[in-house]
């Protein structure tokens, strides 16, 4: 790893270090039009309800929490690499039992599980060292759910903020945001590596927005990761600002439309 991708690494881990940040960028889930994408998970919530559920990455807790709610005779686990995360999901819910762990090394017997959930999280970890890992904890019979996003974070916007960034860098930045590793396009492909059957379901959400408010606090969720990933020359501040004026520019017309798609994988051994 060069020194670039291990300071982007740093900023990342870091910035989940408590939920502030996840919490800025789940308000543009009120400009869907129709249900969030994250409301649509809990129709793959459909397991026995003394089943053993894993969710790796839990976060703040709120799959966890779901998944406790729809398991009154079995057991959820959630683990997260962040003590801050933890601790929240721990007050979200007292029946989830929170472990810090590594996403890559799963602290659990082989086939000790029903289901191993991974929320928007693959494109945080190893998938060499993990899925291999989520294989060897299910069960017979169990069954992996995983959930990603497009590789871009703002479909339609990309222009919009490469724009912003070289208006205050002088130079080209191909992605300001940066890509998910793990998205809907390259999702089943990467979990095939692992799992003997993987069945992908795609959602398109469709979102306007009148405001530039939400898309600013989502792109300002992200200043340690985009200030990493930029490098010299990024005023984070001045770069918010063009991005902001260029939103405006859009808005004087009509709200601005997005469409993101979102992936729901349900992948068996």
């Not at 970890?125 to 060897?136: C, K, T």
Request: proline content about 6%.
């Amino acid at each position: 790893m060069g020194d670039h991708d291990a300071r982007v690494e740093a900023a990342v881990r870091d910035h989940y270090e408590t939920t502030d940040n996840f919490e800025r960028r789940r308000g543009l889930n009120d400009f869907a039009v129709g249900t969030p994408p994250h409301r649509l998970l809990l129709d793959h919530f459909d397991w026995a309800p003394d089943a053993v559920v894993l969710d790796v990455g839990c976060g703040h807790g709120v799959w966890a929490a779901q998944a406790a709610a729809r398991t009154p005779h079995g057991a959820v686990v959630g683990i997260d690499a962040s003590y801050g995360m933890l601790e929240a999901a721990r007050r979200r819910d007292a029946r989830v039992r929170v472990v810090r762990a590594d996403g890559n090394v799963l602290p659990m017997r082989d086939a000790s599980a029903d289901v191993v959930l991974a929320a928007w999280m693959l494109y945080h970890v190893d998938l060499l060292r993990a899925l291999p890992e989520f294989v060897r904890v299910l069960k017979p019979g169990g069954r992996c759910i995983a959930t990603t996003s497009d590789a871009e974070l703002m479909p339609g916007l990309e222009d919009l903020m490469r724009d912003a960034a070289f208006e205050v860098t002088g130079r080209a930045v191909r992605s300001p945001l940066g890509h998910l590793r793990f998205n809907v396009e390259n999702g089943a492909d990467a979990l095939r590596q692992a799992f003997s059957q993987v069945e992908p379901i795609v959602h398109e959400t469709h979102y306007e927005v009148p405001v530039a408010a939400p898309i600013l606090e989502f792109v300002e969720s992200l200043r340690a990761p985009v200030s990493a990933r930029v490098g010299a020359g990024l005023d984070f501040d001045a770069f918010l600002a063009a991005v902001e004026q260029r939103l405006e520019a859009r808005l004087r017309d009509k709200p601005i439309a997005m469409v993101r798609h979102t992936a729901f994988f349900i992948a068996y051994p």
